[in-house]
């Protein structure tokens, strides 16, 4: 793809440019090349990031009367926090100037190019929670000096009158939008927010407390590591702090890691890590080990995005980005999509119910369509993708992002929406309706970064009771050799074991394509409608054709001899409903098709909510087990 091309083409000269070879760095320069080389193959992921950039206009520098309309130019990486008696402020990353008052409304983000500040962990609270509801617990644990460090006790001493903190930690309960939750926000001032016992100790008992009051976690971190002074007993707080949030996750808790400027080493190698949902704001250095060390290693200069949030966010690591401005709003919907009232609304928490399905499509009253037919109506350029159904029939939309290994993948939608006031786990595969868009999302063909990311928000939503939702409409799994190299087949098969085994409710529904294994890794579920256009194959008519016929250009007699349609699924078994179709295809009337998929969704889910979950996952074994056509003497 020629835009791919470019970004390969400008990233090789810089790499080589920078190279600085020599001394102690010479064992590094394989690791160096690797690197590079991995840059360079992992041009679909700047893509993501470029996808990511263009779907979410909302992640760009926070708004003003001045803002400009790009993320900021190169930023400093130590930077000057504003003196507090100035009347202005100057922004370190664009220079520029402003009021300290329109500065402080702004929640300390630059008004000109967007630069988040770092705020103490009191104004992180205060920015979040209801005004007047944080209780703090363990405000008097303090460190000792287990080693006796010369002069940590003085140094304790001094912060603690400096910052008006015991510890680099403030730990408690509070209120969001009414809704309570224990909360803990470290603090820069405080020795880089590093972890040291006191540190370690607070944390564990905020999530102990948490699992005691059945209350969600929502931490903000930001430290340097482990603290140095304390030696061998602060490496021991990322065991001890990971096991307080392994007893919450046990009990099907949530936990919010909201990672802010700067969060690495041992917190980001332990706690951080290790939320539901990892949340971070433009601009935040996340990592493990200092880019000034990977530098000294490798002899190279790492590009300026190296280790920023977008970075983590393109790699997989992070759900999502928010503004500051935002924050408060986004972790109040996220706490609502967690709360017992919310995730299975009564009838009057709901805006607009959905009418009940007035007798859901009947197969009879449709004209069925051959393979050929239903193959032009498909790739008609106004048919409705993943994208319309979405806005058509769900609201209070949150997508995450991430498979938390190596990339996002623009081809696969992952994240929680609500159909008709009830929370879902929605999964879907993404086409565009130009080539632009098809080259962002790779034609509706998943990496196996997406497969990852669908099974990691497929457990996800097992473990908080939601039940998942599939909108399938693709070719098939993308055919590459990154792909292969990051095993396309396992991640696809991990998705099937996990659908075999989930106990939560899985409705899916086949919009377009259902393409091979690609598309069988959401469709696994308790219910599947295809539209009466869609088809479901294991593999494309051209493939099929070429396969058997050594001739591709036979595709159409392929589509109508494969038995491919909707109509032929459901004659097999595979498919239990059609959901109807205008003539001349979806894209007629998409308001209508969306209405169908939607009673289709409603019907299924209520059905098997009434069920217990051992004998919804009985019924889906069972469902898959009969599936075959062979013959026994
Ligand atoms: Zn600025």
Same mark, same amino acid.
């Given at each position: ?103 402080? @409304? ?134 001890? @702090? ?20 700067? @969060? ?48 983590? !966010? ?48 009947? @197969? ?9 037919? #239903? ?13 319309? %159904? ?71 939503? #097992? ?6 939702? #599939? ?30 085994? !989930? ?40 493939? %099929? ?29 595979? #498919? ?58």
């Amino acid at each position: 793809m020629p835009e791919q091309d470019k970004q390969q083409a400008s990233l090789q000269p810089a790499s080589a440019g920078t190279s600085r070879p020599g001394g102690a760095a010479r064992n590094s320069l394989d690791l160096a090349n690797t690197l590079r080389r991995r840059v360079n193959q992992e041009s679909h992921l700047q893509t993501a990031a470029q996808a990511y950039a263009a779907a979410h206009p909302e992640v760009k520098p926070d708004g003003s009367s001045h803002a400009a309309d790009s993320l900021p130019q190169p930023r400093p990486f130590s930077y000057q926090q504003p003196q507090p008696a100035d009347l202005w402020v100057k922004c370190p990353a664009c220079k520029g100037v402003m009021y300290r008052e329109d500065f402080l @409304t702004h929640h300390s983000v630059c008004l000109h190019c967007g630069h988040h500040f770092r705020i103490s962990a009191r104004e992180r609270l205060d920015m979040v929670l209801d005004p007047d509801s944080f209780e703090a617990c363990d405000a008097s644990l303090e460190s000792v000096n287990p080693l006796n460090f010369k002069g940590y006790e003085d140094k304790l001493k001094l912060l603690q009158s400096q910052t008006g903190l015991q510890e680099a930690v403030v730990t408690g309960r509070g209120l969001i939008d009414g809704r309570p939750c224990c909360i803990g926000a470290l603090d820069s001032r405080f020795m880089m927010g590093s972890m040291g016992s006191a540190v370690g100790e607070k944390i564990t008992r905020l999530f102990e407390r948490a699992v005691e009051q059945r209350l969600p976690v929502l931490l903000f971190t930001v430290s340097g590591g482990a603290r140095m002074q304390e030696g061998l007993l602060s490496l021991m707080q990322m065991a001890k @702090t990971s096991a307080a949030v392994a007893r919450h996750q046990a009990e099907g808790l949530l936990y919010i890691a909201f990672l802010t400027d700067p @969060t690495t080493g041992g917190v980001t190698a332990s706690f951080a890590s290790l939320g539901n949902y990892l949340i971070s704001e433009p601009g935040t250095i996340i990592g493990f080990a200092g880019r000034r060390v990977i530098e000294g290693t490798i002899a190279e200069a790492l590009p300026e995005d190296f280790q920023r949030a977008e970075f983590q !966010l393109a790699h997989g690591f992070l759900d999502l980005l928010v503004r500051r401005s935002e924050s408060r709003q986004l972790l109040s919907r996220l706490l609502a999509y967690h709360s017992q009232d919310t995730l299975y609304p009564s009838c009057s928490l709901q805006q607009k119910p959905a009418p009940a399905p007035p007798g859901l499509p009947q @197969t009879p009253d449709l004209r069925e369509h051959r393979g050929s037919e #239903c193959l032009d109506l498909i790739h008609l350029k106004d048919r409705p993708n993943f994208n319309d %159904y979405l806005q058509l029939i769900f609201t209070d939309i949150i997508e995450l992002h991430g498979d938390r290994c190596y990339g996002d993948d623009p081809a696969l939608w992952g994240g929680l929406a609500r159909l008709d006031g009830r929370a879902v786990t929605l999964l879907g595969t993404v086409k565009g309706h130009n080539l632009a868009e098809n080259n962002r999302c790779h034609f509706g063909m998943p990496h196996p970064e997406g497969y990852r990311k669908a099974r990691r928000l497929m457990q996800e939503a #097992c473990r908080c009771g939601r039940p998942v939702v #599939c909108l399938i409409d693709t070719p098939g799994a993308y055919c590459g050799v990154g792909a292969e190299e990051r095993g396309q087949g396992e991640a696809i098969a991990r998705c099937l074991e996990t659908l075999a085994t !989930l106990a939560t409710p899985v409705a899916a529904v086949i919009l377009g394509e259902g393409g091979s294994g690609g598309a069988l890794a959401l469709a696994m579920g308790d219910r599947l409608a295809m539209l009466s256009n869609a088809i479901y194959s294991v593999i494309s008519p051209r493939g %099929y054709a070429s396969l058997l016929w050594k001739d591709p250009g036979r595709e159409r007699e392929a589509a109508d001899t494969a038995r491919i349609t909707a109509f032929d699924a459901r004659k097999m078994g595979i #498919c239990d409903q059609i959901i109807a179709e205008p003539e001349g295809g979806a894209g007629r009337d998409p308001a209508a098709v969306a209405q169908g998929i939607r009673a289709f969704l409603n019907q299924s889910l209520a059905d098997l909510l009434a069920l217990p979950s051992d004998r919804i996952l009985e019924q889906r074994q069972a469902r898959f087990r009969a599936l075959g056509a062979y013959r026994e003497s």
